[in-house]
């Protein structure tokens, strides 16, 4: 059974870093790209962020290109997202999700980031 279980998220005051983890299980990680994506409070999904199966090609969008850093851990089945220089417009539930040719196939249940002062 694929599994993936954000965790890292929380309350952070604005230009400050926090980095949320993706623990994948139930397939062969090294072999799928990965993506982070958000959802902001009453809005829609927002692609973030992508990296290839193999750790690099990472992709981001312009809203965080420059603060946020991708990447993974194919010996411990870890996905990150290192975020830093918080705002505000950050605040979202963010999710992992498992990328399958042209779609994703596979989403973690979220973890919540709260940029606030």
């Known amino acids: 059974e694929v599994q993936l279980v954000e965790s890292g998220g929380g309350l952070v005051q604005p230009g400050g870093s926090l980095r949320v983890s993706c623990a994948a299980s139930?397939?062969?990680?090294?072999?799928?790209?990965m993506s982070w994506v958000r959802q902001a409070p009453g809005k829609g999904l927002e692609w973030v962020s992508a990296i290839n199966n193999g750790g690099g090609g990472e992709l981001y969008a312009v809203p965080v290109k420059g603060r946020f850093i991708v990447s993974r851990d194919n010996g411990k089945n870890m996905l990150y997202l290192q975020m830093n220089g918080l705002k505000p417009e950050d605040t979202a539930v963010y999710y992992c999700?498992?990328?399958?040719?042209?779609?994703?196939?596979?989403w973690g249940q979220g973890t919540q980031v709260t940029v606030s002062s």
């Open positions: 999700a498992k990328s399958n040719a042209s779609h994703y196939d596979y």
């Open positions: 139930g397939f062969t990680f090294s072999s799928y790209g």
